[in-house]
């Protein structure tokens, strides 16, 4: 490793890279590390070095929702979880059942 002569800059999201970095840390590994040993078996392999596929529990839900159903869903799922409060929630499931039933 001690003829590292470039560096490379990779945009990724936020959270993601806090995910990551937790899970590295607790295998011992620098994020550095992880995109050393990648490039390396990359170039070994002559290949990704991993399964790179959708998984196939989201391949289920295309057989029932269209891609733009699923991106409409996500999106409105994100605004929910910006807006909380604009969002009756339920403590208990006889709660959720009585609102749903009542047309409120």
Do not use: C, W
Not at 67 to 96: M, Q, R, S, T
């Amino acid at each position: 490793m001690s003829n590292l002569t470039t560096s490379i800059s990779v945009q990724i999201d936020k959270e993601d890279k806090e995910q990551a970095t937790a899970i590295l840390q607790k295998l011992g590994v620098s994020m550095s590390g992880l995109i050393n040993m990648t490039i390396k078996q990359l170039i070994m392999r002559g290949r990704i070095p991993f399964d790179v596929s959708i998984p196939k529990e989201d391949l289920e839900l295309y057989q029932y929702f269209t891609k733009d159903e699923l991106e409409k869903a996500a999106k409105e799922l994100a605004y929910i979880e910006k807006h909380p409060k604009e969002y009756k929630g339920f403590d208990n499931i006889e709660d959720l059942k009585e609102a749903l039933l009542s047309n409120e």
